[in-house]
């Protein structure tokens, strides 16, 4: 894994949300992006060498809408930047890591996805990205 390359928190209001992390790091948001496939409409500030995205559902039945109907706003995931996705798969499978998807798809911010199941990684939901080539 090259880094944490981003931080992912489900929000309720992605303006209001905007305006407080604004505020709060002193940079406005660099992009606003809809990702369909998975319900949820996200929004990218650059904090150094990484990244916090925020995270609004676009549907009610969303992976998004059911954490924030569970555990209210917050932190959702961590991302870890890797350059070799299919690598980091076969490799975190032959730890015993379980995915909750070990093929990638396309994600927000020019990214292929793939995530572990938060119970076999201490509870917290990991994403592996990777840059589209």
């Given at each position: 894994?090259?880094?944490?390359?981003?931080?992912?928190?489900?929000?309720?209001?992605?303006?209001?949300?905007?305006?407080?992390?604004?505020?709060?790091?002193?940079?406005?948001?660099?992009?606003?992006?809809?990702?369909?496939?998975?319900?949820?409409?996200?929004?990218?500030?650059?904090?150094?060498?990484?990244?916090?995205?925020?995270?609004?559902?676009?549907?009610?039945?969303?992976?998004?809408?059911?954490?924030?109907?569970?555990?209210?706003?917050?932190?959702h995931h961590i991302?870890?930047?890797?350059?070799?996705?299919?690598?980091?798969?076969?490799?975190?499978?032959?730890?015993?890591?379980?995915?909750?998807?070990?093929?990638?798809?396309?994600?927000?911010?020019?990214?292929?996805?793939?995530?572990?199941?938060?119970?076999?990684?201490?509870?917290?939901?990991?994403?592996?990205?990777?840059?589209?080539?």
């Amino acid at each position: 894994m090259q880094k944490i390359e981003h931080i992912g928190i489900a929000v309720k209001d992605l303006e209001a949300s905007n305006e407080l992390y604004r505020k709060l790091l002193g940079v406005a948001h660099y992009k606003i992006e809809e990702v369909a496939s998975e319900n949820v409409k996200t929004s990218f500030f650059n904090v150094g060498d990484s990244k916090i995205e925020l995270l609004e559902s676009t549907d009610e039945n969303s992976a998004i809408a059911k954490f924030l109907n569970k555990k209210g706003e917050g932190i959702h995931h961590i991302a870890y930047g890797v350059s070799d996705i299919y690598a980091e798969i076969e490799r975190l499978k032959s730890e015993g890591f379980v995915f909750i998807n070990e093929t990638p798809k396309p994600g927000a911010d020019n990214k292929i996805v793939v995530f572990l199941h938060p119970k076999s990684a201490g509870g917290v939901l990991i994403e592996l990205c990777q840059d589209m080539k």
